[in-house]
T-cell receptor
């Protein structure tokens, strides 16, 4: 079946540090890939997405590139802010599961001043 | 614009009691609807999804059930809660555009079974 694996947290960074959160997936064919963010006490919000190989999703300074050859969708940001502290979820959708989001376990990010 | 309502926000229930969580979507027709559970340290687990009225697919066998009595209403139920049912339950919807489907989440229900 489909699955998503992302790096374990928590990740603690100083403000303005470079961020990478690794995400790899297992699925047949060409799933769509997503990063969602959950700020403390809130529901999930879409951060960015990519629907085919070599697509780059970007939003709020975050980027991720759909790499078919490595089945990866790593999240990066050049300079994190305290307000980026949240839990980040990598996810995929596929036609074989009604396009339901299949999430990784989430990575908690804490950015300190 | 589309909105999703999920209630209650928090719930404390004794073991063995029934459960009913409700989710409604406004501003769209024939959405895909989803129930997820977020347990501590376990990420988000898809419980049920529905592509139409009366159509429910279960991803994980357990003592929970889901129903979709109306196009934009999705209900999560249990006849007898277990301690292991505690968690954060999220309802979500997406338009049926396949690969481009972006899901929108409710604010969640924090369920504590005591």
């Amino acid at each position: 079946g489909n699955s998503v694996t992302q790096m374990e947290g928590p990740v603690t960074l100083s403000e303005e540090a470079f961020l990478t959160i690794n995400c790899t997936y297992t699925a047949t064919g060409y799933p769509s890939l997503f990063w969602y963010v959950q700020y403390p006490g809130e529901g999930l919000q879409l951060l960015l997405k990519a629907t085919k190989a070599d697509d780059k999703g970007s939003n709020k300074g975050f980027e991720a590139t759909y790499r078919k050859e490595t089945t990866s969708f790593h999240l990066e940001k050049g300079s994190v802010q305290v307000s980026d502290s949240a839990v980040y979820f990598c996810a995929l959708t596929h036609s074989n599961s009604g396009y339901a989001l299949n999430f990784g376990k989430g990575t908690s990010l804490l950015v300190t001043p | 614009s589309q909105t999703i309502h999920q209630w209650p926000a928090t719930l404390v229930q004794p073991v063995g009691s029934p459960l009913s969580l409700e989710c409604t979507v406004e501003g769209t027709s024939n959405p895909n609807l989803y129930w997820y559970r977020q347990a501590a340290g376990r990420g988000l687990q898809l419980l049920f999804y529905s592509v139409g009225i009366g159509q429910i697919s279960s991803e994980v066998p357990q003592n929970l059930s889901a129903s979709r009595p109306q196009d934009r209403q999705f209900i999560l139920s249990s006849k007898k809660l277990l301690l292991s049912d505690s968690g954060f339950y999220l309802c979500a919807w997406s338009v049926q555009t396949g690969r481009l489907a972006e899901a929108f989440f409710g604010q969640g229900t924090r369920l504590t079974v005591v």
